[in-house]
């Protein structure tokens, strides 16, 4: 048998981690087994859908290179189909009209919630025997069995059990003759031969009623697996409309996409104390047995290791073409300064996303005005402007510019001076950086280049000169 998962999002709002973990196991599932991943547009809600976050949902799994091998399917696109299965259910009698107008159906239930009863449709209609009611809207119910019980095993939950006796005759299609998401998953499902439908818990109620209109086609029912929630770190769950960051947020936060699949393939699934994963080991390792049950909480923190993880792990080639695009995006011009390579090779031990290496980089390629006053008055001294220009006149003078030379230049000045190496470096990097933090001085100063850090150490001479002349 071939393996058919997919991905079904309704495209209601952002793609967020949640989404992207179902997304990323019903995708794992298919490769792990050879198998087939299909990407579903679910659309037929046309008040809420919208083309912004189909758009969105493409984007997001496009950048986290979750491929799909049939797809997108649009539901809006597949109503003849929908419509032809209709009619064959109210033709086998499996489905019926319903005239009941909303008013109706509202009293109905206020009744039955006045009488503590669980509120559900009393099946007013399904035994009429006309098939027209003069100027009245109607909508088409499915005829859900009324005894016995459905019973399926999750592959995550074990064997789940409802009683026919609690679910009522569900809508398939609305008075706007548009079908419904329960009955178009189930078309889609069979249509597409999918499988295995992984999706979230909040789907389980749903399954009995999907399962019952497949065994009134005679399908074949899939194996389901229902994932548990994810909580933010609050403990709230995660949700499109509330608390949820759109995935394409985290790349410009600058995440690897390898770094958020690892860190979301462990968010409800272990394969025992093994925290890093490469997508080839993912495939490979990847089961419906090990996911949890309960529920799995964000941690931030732990995404950051991971992410640090990757920019020192991945190949300085790889970060340096990724990091490019988030120069481009902060207006750094990098044909400005020293190489892509060259700089990742020297802030990545620092860096826990490319944003934050974006930020470090800007003086390696823009020139700066001193604007930290307490910066200024600590160590633009005249004391210092002494030190600084002894430094000028040594770094001119290297004719093989390279970190080891210049760290040379540094100790040597700083013996014959009797200055500590340590005040030095510092004074250095305020006048070449603009900082009191940075990688090791002297690679950072051979990264500047001879020509900009002599430019910048007599930028901050003639400062301190006008400061105290
Ligand atoms: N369209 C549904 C959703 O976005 C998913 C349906 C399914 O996976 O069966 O929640």
Same mark, same amino acid.
């Given at each position: 048998?071939?393996?058919?998962?997919?991905?079904?999002?309704?495209?209601?709002?952002?793609?967020?981690?949640?989404?992207?973990?179902?997304? &990323?196991?019903?995708?794992?599932?298919?490769?792990?087994?050879?198998?087939?991943?299909?990407?579903?547009?679910?659309?037929?809600?046309?008040?809420?859908?919208?083309?912004?976050?189909?758009?969105?949902?493409?984007?997001?799994?496009?950048?986290?290179?979750? #491929?799909?091998?049939?797809?997108?399917?649009?539901?809006?696109?597949?109503?003849?189909?929908?419509?032809?299965? =209709?009619?064959?259910?109210?033709?086998?009698?499996?489905?019926?009209?319903?005239?009941?107008?909303?008013?109706?159906?509202?009293?109905?239930?206020?009744?039955?919630?006045?009488?503590?009863?669980?509120?559900?449709?009393?099946?007013?209609?399904?035994?009429?025997?006309?098939?027209?009611?003069?100027?009245?809207?109607?909508? =088409?119910?499915?005829? #859900?069995? /009324?005894?016995?019980?459905?019973?399926?095993?999750?592959?995550?939950?074990?064997?789940?059990?409802?009683?026919?006796?609690?679910?009522?005759?569900?809508?398939?299609?609305?008075?706007?003759?548009?079908?419904?998401?329960?009955?178009?998953?189930?078309?889609?499902?069979?249509?597409?031969?999918?499988?295995?439908? =992984?999706?979230?818990?909040?789907?389980?109620?749903?399954?009995?009623?999907?399962?019952?209109?497949?065994?009134?086609?005679?399908?074949?029912?899939?194996?389901?697996?229902?994932?548990?929630?994810?909580?933010?770190?609050?403990?709230?769950?995660?949700?499109?409309?509330?608390?949820?960051?759109?995935?394409?947020?985290?790349?410009?936060?600058?995440?690897?996409?390898?770094?958020?699949?690892?860190?979301?393939?462990?968010?409800?699934?272990?394969?025992?104390?093994?925290?890093?994963?490469?997508?080839?080991?993912?495939?490979? &390792?990847?089961?419906?047995?090990?996911?949890?049950?309960?529920?799995?909480?964000?941690?931030?923190?732990?995404?950051?290791?991971?992410?640090?993880?990757? =920019?020192?792990?991945?190949?300085?080639?790889?970060?340096?073409?990724?990091?490019?695009?988030?120069?481009?995006?902060?207006?750094?011009?990098?044909?400005?300064?020293?190489?892509?390579?060259?700089?990742?090779?020297?802030?990545?031990?620092?860096?826990?996303?490319?944003?934050?290496? /974006?930020?470090?980089?800007?003086?390696?390629?823009?020139?700066?005005?001193?604007?930290?006053?307490?910066?200024?008055?600590?160590?633009? /001294?005249?004391?210092?402007?002494?030190? &600084?220009?002894?430094?000028?006149?040594?770094?001119?003078?290297?004719?093989?510019?390279?970190?080891?030379?210049?760290?040379?230049?540094?100790?040597?000045?700083?013996?014959?001076?009797?200055?500590? /190496?340590?005040?030095?470096?510092?004074?250095?990097?305020?006048?070449?950086?603009?900082?009191?933090?940075?990688?090791?001085?002297?690679?950072?100063?051979?990264?500047?280049?001879?020509?900009?850090?002599?430019?910048?150490?007599?930028?901050?001479?003639?400062?301190?000169?006008?400061?105290?002349?």
């Amino acid at each position: 048998m071939k393996i058919k998962t997919r991905f079904a999002p309704s495209p209601t709002g952002d793609l967020h981690i949640g989404s992207i973990r179902t997304a &990323l196991y019903s995708w794992l599932f298919a490769r792990h087994h050879n198998g087939e991943f299909v990407l579903r547009i679910e659309d037929t809600d046309l008040q809420r859908s919208q083309k912004i976050s189909i758009d969105s949902i493409l984007q997001g799994l496009e950048w986290l290179g979750l #491929n799909w091998d049939e797809g997108p399917y649009f539901q809006t696109k597949r109503l003849d189909r929908y419509k032809e299965v =209709i009619n064959i259910l109210l033709e086998k009698k499996n489905a019926y009209k319903c005239f009941c107008s909303s008013q109706e159906l509202e009293e109905i239930r206020t009744n039955q919630i006045q009488k503590g009863l669980k509120p559900r449709y009393p099946g007013t209609c399904r035994n009429l025997k006309i098939n027209h009611l003069h100027n009245k809207d109607y909508v =088409i119910r499915f005829k #859900n069995p /009324t005894t016995g019980k459905v019973i399926f095993n999750d592959k995550i939950r074990g064997d789940i059990i409802f009683d026919n006796s609690e679910l009522d005759d569900l809508i398939i299609q609305r008075s706007n003759g548009i079908p419904t998401y329960n009955f178009c998953v189930v078309i889609d499902d069979l249509d597409m031969k999918i499988t295995h439908v =992984i999706r979230g818990e909040d789907h389980i109620n749903n399954t009995p009623r999907q399962i019952n209109i497949l065994k009134s086609l005679g399908a074949q029912i899939p194996i389901y697996a229902h994932l548990s929630m994810i909580l933010d770190e609050e403990g709230n769950k995660i949700s499109k409309r509330k608390n949820a960051l759109n995935i394409i947020e985290y790349y410009k936060k600058g995440f690897l996409p390898e770094a958020l699949l690892n860190y979301i393939v462990r968010l409800g699934w272990s394969h025992g104390d093994k925290e890093i994963f490469s997508l080839l080991e993912m495939k490979k &390792l990847f089961n419906l047995n090990f996911i949890s049950k309960s529920s799995s909480i964000v941690n931030i923190k732990k995404l950051l290791w991971i992410n640090k993880y990757y =920019i020192n792990n991945l190949s300085v080639q790889h970060i340096s073409s990724l990091l490019k695009d988030y120069m481009e995006r902060e207006k750094i011009d990098i044909h400005n300064g020293p190489s892509l390579e060259l700089l990742v090779k020297l802030l990545r031990s620092r860096c826990h996303t490319l944003k934050e290496m /974006t930020e470090f980089s800007r003086y390696f390629y823009e020139e700066f005005d001193f604007s930290d006053q307490k910066l200024v008055e600590k160590y633009l /001294t005249c004391n210092n402007c002494q030190i &600084l220009e002894k430094i000028y006149n040594k770094l001119e003078k290297i004719l093989v510019w390279n970190h080891l030379v210049i760290s040379e230049v540094i100790n040597n000045l700083s013996k014959k001076n009797q200055i500590n /190496t340590k005040e030095i470096n510092m004074i250095l990097r305020i006048v070449i950086t603009g900082n009191i933090y940075s990688p090791s001085i002297s690679s950072v100063i051979d990264l500047v280049g001879q020509k900009k850090t002599l430019l910048r150490i007599k930028k901050a001479i003639n400062y301190i000169n006008t400061l105290y002349i």
